[in-house]
């Protein structure tokens, strides 16, 4: 089956082809205009999508090979996000849909990560421990089978993509923070200064980063700007090592609590060069399979958004034209194992 995808949630603009599993074009245009203000402006995304969405689908059939008339069905994702800039995308593929007479799938942004996933992967099997880390989610959920999805734990306020974005702003390393602060920690200590853990009371699989970027104002408020200056990078060492920390714990936590074989993490925060040691690691010491996306699969892209929507169109679900944007969409399963 040959499925176009298109991703329009935030500020990338993406649209992707693949046969099956097999990715025959994945194209993403992320709009630079966003680091001028320290973060996504709503109406500026929307904007560029509107522009760019019919060049991008066109440039990614053009790269793909296959024409129009060849697609077997299109997904697009329809939440959560920002809801002018997910309008774009859910009505060019409703139009497009329409033209073609072909089927079309609303596709949760969330589960379209997880798929970026397991699109790098060869051989799993289910159950899967999924930690899903970017800009505005921060949770673990069990996929038990294709489609099939218990929600263990997410965050209580911030999500951690968000800490490390918000993090590098008081630092004034500019935006996109999480990459930057990567790279700045990799040349500092993680023990210069110990950031609080929010563990949480219980035995839970949930999360909180309010008082981690509470505690790096605090931080920077008492201490002059020379000092910060000069340990600029153990400062960055430091708050990524407290988030990174709490999700390696809660999730082999849970993978011990389940008896999971296989862990995979996905979103942004996924390509965090920390985590991604770290979790591995963990996972080798507990005989654990650990599943990790390429990095181009991390961040948004309409590839992860096609091989989810293959999954529903596989299945005989499609959308119909009442499908809408939904900026707080929950990620629920639509089969059962």
Request: with cysteine; aromatic share 8%; proline share 4%.
């Amino acid at each position: 089956m040959k499925v176009l995808g298109i991703e329009t949630s935030c500020d990338e603009t993406s649209a992707a082809v693949i046969d099956d599993d097999r990715v025959l074009s994945s194209i993403i245009s992320s709009q630079e205009i966003h680091s001028r203000f320290g973060g996504v402006v709503p109406e500026l995304a929307s904007r560029a999508h509107v522009r760019l969405i019919t060049p991008i689908v066109r440039k990614a059939l053009q790269s793909s090979g296959i024409d129009y008339k060849k697609l077997d069905g299109i997904a697009v994702t329809c939440g959560p996000g920002l809801v002018g800039a997910l309008l774009v995308g859910v009505n060019f593929v409703k139009g497009l849909s329409r033209a073609l007479n072909i089927p079309f799938i609303g596709v949760n942004h969330l589960e379209g990560h997880i798929y970026g996933n397991l699109l790098s992967q060869k051989n799993y099997q289910f159950p899967i421990l999924f930690l899903i880390v970017s800009g505005g989610h921060t949770m673990l959920i069990l996929m038990k089978d294709h489609l099939n999805y218990q929600v263990l734990g997410q965050t209580r306020d911030d999500a951690v993509g968000e800490a490390f974005d918000k993090g590098a702003k008081m630092l004034g390393l500019g935006y996109p923070g999480g990459p930057e602060i990567d790279r700045r920690a990799k040349n500092g200590d993680p023990d210069f200064y110990k950031f609080p853990r929010a563990w949480l009371k219980g035995q839970n699989f949930d999360f909180s980063y309010s008082g981690l970027k509470t505690a790096l104002l605090v931080y920077l408020e008492q201490n002059p700007p020379s000092a910060i200056s000069k340990h600029i990078d153990d400062i960055c060492a430091s708050y990524q090592a407290a988030a990174v920390e709490v999700l390696i714990k809660k999730t082999m936590n849970a993978a011990k609590h389940f008896g999971i074989k296989y862990v995979g993490v996905a979103g942004g925060v996924a390509a965090n060069s920390l985590l991604r040691e770290q979790l591995t690691e963990e996972c080798g010491k507990q005989g654990i399979i650990m599943l990790l996306p390429e990095p181009i699969y991390c961040t948004d892209n309409a590839a992860m958004i096609a091989r989810a929507g293959l999954e529903y169109l596989n299945s005989g679900i499609t959308s119909g034209q009442n499908l809408n944007a939904y900026p707080n969409l929950k990620i629920k399963s639509a089969k059962k194992s």
